[in-house]
């Protein structure tokens, strides 16, 4: 199995920026894709951007032109950078794995956008 810790959450005000990290250990050999979601109060979780093992990337409209997502293999990490926060970035963040046709979650770190 993998596990994934999320650090970085925390207040920010509207126009800031943000760097999320997030650590795998465990069984970490074999993971595909990795990624970040959200889920904001009474809402359902969303992608917000994933990274391929050879390094493609994808994001989601809303946070496309102002975030990065990144990915060290060898330290089995994946980050996500935000800038240009907004209040509706407000959000539980979770990092994600895909192995072997399985998908590992993190507990998940808040993001809090003060407007």
């Known amino acids: 199995q993998v596990q994934l810790v999320e650090s970085g959450g925390g207040l920010v005000q509207a126009g800031g920026s943000l760097r999320l990290s997030c650590v795998a250990s465990?069984?970490?050999?074999?993971?595909?894709?990795m990624g970040w979601y959200r889920q904001a109060p009474g809402k359902q979780r969303e992608l917000v951007a994933r990274?391929?093992?050879?390094?493609?990337?994808f994001y989601t409209d809303s946070v496309k032109g102002r975030s990065t997502i990144s990915r060290d293999n060898r330290k089995n990490t994946v980050d996500l950078q935000m800038h240009s926060l907004k209040p509706e970035d407000t959000a539980v963040y979770y990092c994600?794995?895909?192995?072997?046709?399985?998908?590992?979650w993190g507990k998940g770190t808040l993001v809090t956008v003060s407007s």
């Open positions: 990274v391929t093992d050879s390094g493609s990337t």
């Open positions: 994600t794995a895909d192995q072997f046709g399985m998908r590992y």
């Open positions: 465990g069984s970490i050999f074999n993971i595909n894709a």
